[in-house]
């Protein structure tokens, strides 16, 4: 295979892994069927060749019928074979991970666009190369069609009365990364730009929205239809493209013209008040890059059931239509704002500006959310920026240290070491579509951190000074025809974003990416320190951890800031390889007789009471890496009063949640002090009160036998919120104040975590909760109180404590305890109010459902999965659902259900929200129902099969989803192979001496006339044929194979007996490599059999005859009714073998033409329909030419991709 070259030395220019450059492409999708959920329609791409006599054209398209290909209105044969549809065949018995992601990554790689691969492959007609010596141009021409597809598209029907455009039903294209190839043919590459020109019709009452400019809208003559013309004139990525076809309502943006909104029937009143923002948001981002918004218009459709919150492609984003929201509402106002800024983001770089290779995706990911980031800064203030930037690291750190690094650029190639830089995962991450989802999504969050680590190196200006220079080259490039060969300044690589940093900056950081791009891991601080009162300086230790997981060593600078009496002073340490003691001197002579102020670090001076510190000593806090220039994780040991100190003066957010805490160490009377005063200061962080306030609670609970007073935060809520008069009834709801808002809906949650000496919540904190729900009147509120209202709900359900349960007695309604009678009843009311008056976004039934099921863990109501599994059902609304199948997914864990665990995994399989599948995996893995350490009676063999069937073909229409099953086999299983499988069968083991298998055989039968035929089948049936070559003039395999080919599988059943033989010398474990062009043969008294190579030249392919797809359909239809096998089933071992861990040849190149009537075997093809019917051979002729053959093959491959040995197998070099 090639490899795409990544290392920085040859990465001067964009060299195309193809023979071609595509120039344009149109899509023309006629016919889209909400009915049958059916796609009809074309492409045309334009196609320059780059080298003389170009044969082979090979394009990506998964799941699409392809009906015929015309090259220059010559018809074409081509091959269509994916071998991501079935990674292990199905015969295999590897049940071990290992095994399974080693065929995957070939698979994938297989088909990889990056790599110049594709599913599709078309044969040049001959006529057409003599052409090739004057370059000529080809237009490819294919007629698709898609049949209730499982990706790519997603069709929402909804289950009720009227017309579709009344039912609301619409389409819209999704997907993981480059996953346009779902639903067109096309080269689904980011680093393939051409041209566009769209067209769909639809009914009249539709509308289609897809990139680029809508230029016309043209009715058909019975008006009942329409066809929306878009053309794209900028150079754009396939995987870019996108389509969403609804009854939408539209709103042109009142502040820009260019900007037109898509919703849902009756949602316009919402989609006005959400979208009322962007424009700003358009202006910040011109402003800073100082260079227009890339393309002529911007669309936003917002639609049902979507795969993710937010997907950008060119001019156009698809958002959740739950993103939308009223004046009404105040949590969903600051995550929409966010989620339109991201999409805006991703506009220029992503959509507009794409990129290389996937070795380069950090650099897109990285800027368009360092961007976002500065949007974030600049509207919601920098206190939430630097809480924002503190959460992603302290996620990013966590994931890293629990699962070893991060990786952003990844190079491959070279020593046996970089061929799998990340040994400590259990997924390849060579492509995007191996990598788990979590893992993604740190990438996407490392990405944008290192961004911020150089702009702290080279200053923000001359960072936005490169965007800028990216953005003009790119624009410049994308106005230029194709023939300038400028396109190709649009892609950004790693190299190229480095080069113009160090143009722009002057600056070398090259150190800098070496620590944070090129390797992964994390940086591990501990920090302590002493103070020498003779020599006035504070002695500093700071000691490292780099051996665990996820660590690295960390050489260079770092910032400590030490805030003394006299002020607040920074100095910078060298961490060097072993130093860990640094004396940094001391400015203050502790000299706190005379009263002054104390400057802190903003310039301030604030009276503090100096009584709680040290005598001898002039520091009143340390801090180490304030701002976080480092990807690390610092512990630090100071003495409480120091942290209470940093928690009341310290003015930077990150500082206060350090503080918050450490100080849960230190539950003392100083403690809560500080902790309350914070509650009371207005002028402080909402967000560090609101963690005040779970940290009050804690050190409440450590006090319990001393603590004097009511109930922590009890007094301080009645003052703030409640009536003068009746302290125990709370004042109608005025959110005006959001901070007061916020403190109001969190204060009650933390003291519900509030017990007593019993270990139960106080019985006063429990009525003052039932209270405020009692009291609580919404009337004169401008806002809704439904987020306040569900937080309640969790404040009852964080107030209950297990159950003491009287042995023997039955768990009834009447004997509850009284407490948690009415909790119970509030619930309910809760549930049933939701029901007649739903709230935004259902949360009350969320909190209601997670509090029942917290009743059922404590043991006060039987454990019952029935109400959960109701609300889970499809139809109900997706945080619901959600919430319920979390419920559900606890309850199978503590339950060990099984019958659960089979309804889950059901539901990944057929419901229809491909979200909802991928989170009912994924809180699996997080909450798994047994790990592979601990036996349970869940983990049996049939569990195992269907886990492996799952991940192995049943997500293949779902990158995200596969890789979701994947991760949970390894939380379930490990690597290897899972304990609970029966020790496969020894005896049945070759001598490896005598007999070596060769990787890629395919298999002779020597049997009488029942073979059943072949299929070359452009359906997606998938035939796992052996080996796959990308160059055809080398050497072909011929697959001729026995027994029942079941149509629907598309593959044989095992034979075991010599199945198992040749996993033992082929699989993974082999213990060595067979040389090329060797045999196994083994003998059977009915049949014999020959897995040997065959090699055919070009011509003997028939890939000339035309295609009718008529009778190519017809055809499909007699295979499918034609018995398998006629007369008795063989017995297992007679049958073929056909399960070797390698890549899949396309089908039809296993195609023989009459021409080559040495091999017998009647493989049908659909290639061959105007031939004259097919006779029956009999098996006669032996194979004369077998001597012949091996000479011919010593140069055939002996390494397939997939076993996993080497990468470059002379088969797949073109």
């Known amino acids: 295979m090639h490899e795409i070259k990544m290392n920085r030395k040859k990465d001067k220019g964009f060299e195309s892994p193809r023979p071609f450059k595509l120039t344009h492409q149109v899509v023309c999708i006629n016919n889209i069927n909400f009915q049958r959920k059916s796609v009809i329609g074309f492409v045309e791409l334009t196609i320059f060749p780059t080298v003389v006599n170009l044969n082979r054209i090979k394009l990506n398209s998964k799941q699409c019928r392809i009906y015929r290909v015309r090259v220059n209105d010559l018809e074409a044969p081509f091959i269509y074979n994916d071998p991501t549809l079935e ?73 009720v009365e009227g017309s579709m455009a009344e039912r609301g039903a619409h389409v819209f294209s999704f997907g993981y990364q480059n996953s346009t190839r779902f639903w067109f043919p096309c080269v689904d590459s980011y680093s393939e730009l051409c041209t566009w020109k769209l067209e769909f019709t639809v009914d009249a009452s539709m509308v289609a929205v897809s990139c680029g400019d809508l230029v016309e809208t043209v009715y058909t003559h019975d008006m009942r239809k329409k066809t929306f013309h878009y053309v794209l004139p900028t150079p754009t990525a396939a995987s870019n493209i996108s389509l969403s076809v609804g009854p939408f309502e539209i709103l042109v943006d009142p502040y820009m013209h260019e900007v037109t909104h898509f919703c849902l029937p009756q949602l316009l009143p919402l989609l006005k008040h959400s979208m009322s923002y962007l424009h700003e ?76 290779s996937w070795a380069d995706e950090w650099v897109l990911k990285g800027i368009s959310g360092y961007i976002y980031g500065l949007y974030l800064k600049k509207t919601f203030g920098v206190n939430q920026y630097r809480h924002w930037i503190k959460e992603e690291l302290d996620k990013m750190v966590e994931y890293e240290l629990k699962m070893g690094g991060v990786l952003l650029h990844p190079t491959f190639g070279g020593g046996k070491d970089k061929d799998n830089p990340t040994p400590h995962l259990h997924f390849s991450i060579k492509h995007p579509h191996t990598l788990s989802w979590k893992y993604y999504k740190m990438f996407q969050c490392k990405a944008h951190l290192v961004m911020r680590l150089i702009e702290n190196r080279i200053s923000m200006e001359f960072m936005l000074q490169v965007f800028n220079k990216l953005l003009s080259l790119a624009s410049t490039a994308s106005s230029q025809k194709y023939q300038s060969h400028m396109w190709s300044q649009m892609l950004v690589s790693t190299h190229s974003f480095l080069k113009s940093i160090s143009n722009v900056s002057g600056k070398d950081i090259g150190p800098l990416i070496k620590q944070w791009v090129d390797q992964s891991a994390v940086v591990k601080f501990f920090g302590s320190f002493a103070f020498n009162r003779k020599r006035n300086v504070l002695e500093l230790e700071i000691r490292q951890d780099y051996t665990s997981s996820g660590t690295q060593k960390y050489v260079g600078p770092i910032k400590v800031t030490v805030q003394e009496l006299d002020g607040s002073f920074n100095h910078t340490l060298q961490i060097e390889e072993n130093s860990l003691k640094h004396d940094i001197p001391c400015h203050s002579k502790s000299r706190r007789n005379k009263k002054k102020k104390i400057p802190l670090m903003n310039g301030e001076e604030v009276d503090m009471d100096l009584s709680a510190m040290d005598a001898d000593s002039p520091l009143l806090w340390i801090r180490i890496d304030p701002d976080m220039s480092i990807l690390r994780k610092v512990e630090f040991e100071q003495a409480d009063f120091m942290w209470q100190y940093q928690l009341r003066y310290e003015r930077d957010v990150v ?94 949650v933390a003291m519900a975590q509030l017990r007593d000496i019993q270990n139960l919540c106080p019985k006063d904190v429990l009525n003052f909760i039932l209270d405020l729900i009692k009291y609580n ?177 049943g997500t293949s229409h779902d990158w995200r989803l596969r890789c979701d099953a994947v991760n949970l086999y390894y939380t379930l299983f490990g690597l290897t192979r899972p304990s609970c499988l029966p ?62 080919v079941s149509m629907s599988s598309g593959v044989a059943p095992p034979p075991q007996g010599l199945k198992r033989k040749l996993d ?46 008529q009778a190519f359909i017809h055809h499909h239809l007699n295979i499918l009714e034609r018995p398998s096998t006629p007369g008795k089933e063989p017995p297992a071992v007679d049958q073929a073998v056909l399960s070797l861990p390698v890549t899949p040849l396309p089908s039809s190149f296993s195609k023989e ?36 053959d091996k000479e011919r093959d010593s140069h055939a491959f002996s390494n397939s991709p997939a076993s996993g040995r080497s990468v470059r197998s002379p088969s797949m070099s073109d």
């Not at 009050?696 to 003052?719: D, E, Q, V």
């Not at 009350?844 to 109701?870: E, W, Y």
């Not at 070359?1016 to 055809?1032: A, D, E, K």
Request: hydrophobic share 35%.
């Open 983 to 1044: 020790l496969p069968e020894l005896g049945l083991v070759l001598n490896l001496k005598e007999k070596k298998a060769v990787l890629n055989p395919t298999i002779k039968p020597e049997q009488g006339p029942d073979t059943t035929e072949m299929t070359g089948n452009t359906m997606g049936v998938h035939i796992p044929v052996m080996g796959f070559t990308s160059s055809l003039d080398e050497g072909l395999i011929t697959m001729e194979t026995v027994s029942s």
């Open 281 to 356: 948001i358009f202006e910040f981002y011109e402003e800073i890059l100082t260079c227009r918004y890339p393309y002529s218009c911007f669309k936003t459709v917002f639609v049902d059931e979507a795969y993710v919150q937010v997907s950008s492609y060119a001019s156009m984003s698809i958002f959740s239509t739950n993103l939308l929201h009223s004046a009404l509402i105040i949590d969903q106002t600051p995550l929409t704002r966010q989620c339109l800024a991201q999409a805006l983001a991703q506009q220029f770089f992503g959509c507009f500006i794409s990129r290389m």
């Open 655 to 748: 500082a206060q949640e350090e503080s918050i805490l450490a100080l849960e160490k230190f539950p003392t009377p100083a403690s809560r002090l500080a902790l309350t005063d914070i509650l009371e200061q207005d002028q402080c962080f909402y967000k560090v009160r609101q963690g005040a306030c779970f940290c009050l609670a804690k050190i409440a609970n450590s006090m319990m036998s001393t603590w004097t007073g009511p109930p922590a935060m009890k007094s301080l809520f009645t003052r703030m919120f409640c009536c003068k008069s009746c302290p125990n009834i709370v004042k109608t709801n005025t959110f005006i104040s959001f901070q007061s808002y916020f403190l109001q809906k969190t204060m009650p």
């Open 777 to 953: 009147d919404n009337r004169k509120n401008k806002f809704s109180d439904n987020y306040y209202r569900a937080e309640l709900i969790d404040a009852l359900t964080n107030s209950l404590t297990p159950a003491i349960s009287i042995s023997n007695e039955v768990r009834t309604v009447d004997n509850l305890n009284g407490d948690v009678r009415l909790i119970l009843e509030e619930i309910t009311r809760s549930l049933n109010m939701e029901k007649l008056l739903p709230s935004y976004r259902n949360t009350i039934t969320v909190s209601c459902l997670r509090a029942i099921r917290m009743l059922q863990k404590n043991g006060h109501i039987p454990s019952d999965p029935s109400l959960f599994k109701s609300y889970a059902e499809y139809g109900h609304f997706v945080d619901v659902r959600v919430a319920a199948l979390e419920a559900v997914v606890d309850y199978t864990r503590v339950d060990r259900s099984s019958v659960e665990l089979q309804w889950l995994l059901n539901m990944v399989q057929n419901d229809p929200a491909h979200y909802v599948r991928h989170k009912i995996l994924s809180m699996l893995g997080k909450n798994p129902p047994f790990t592979k350490a601990a036996e349970s009676p869940l983990c049996n063999e049939a569990l195992v099969d269907q886990l492996w069937k799952l991940m192995n073909s």
């Open 1064 to 1109: 033992s010398v082929v699989g993974p474990l082999g213990s060595s490599p067979p040389e090329p062009g060797q045999v196994l043969q083994e003998e059977d008294s009915s049949k014999k059999f020959k897995i040997r190579f065959n090699t055919m030249e070009e011509d003997e392919i028939d890939m000339e005859s035309p295609h009718d797809s």
């Open 1153 to 1188: 033409s009459t021409s080559s009537s040495k091999h017998s075997g009647h493989h049908h093809h659909h290639h061959e329909h105007k031939k004259k019917k097919k006779k029956k051979h009999k098996h006669k002729h032996k194979h004369k030419h077998e001597s012949k």
């Open 87 to 159: 990674v292990c065949h199905h015969e295999s018995k590897q049940r071990n991970l290992n095994y399974f992601s080693s065929a995957y990554t070939a698979a994938v790689s297989a088909v990889d666009p990056d790599a110049g691969h594709g599913e599709l492959v078309i044969k040049v007609p001959s006529e057409l190369w003599k052409q090739g010596d004057e370059m000529n141009v080809l237009k490819v021409y294919i007629e698709f069609s898609l049949d209730q597809p499982k990706g790519g598209l997603h069709f929402v029907v909804p289950d």
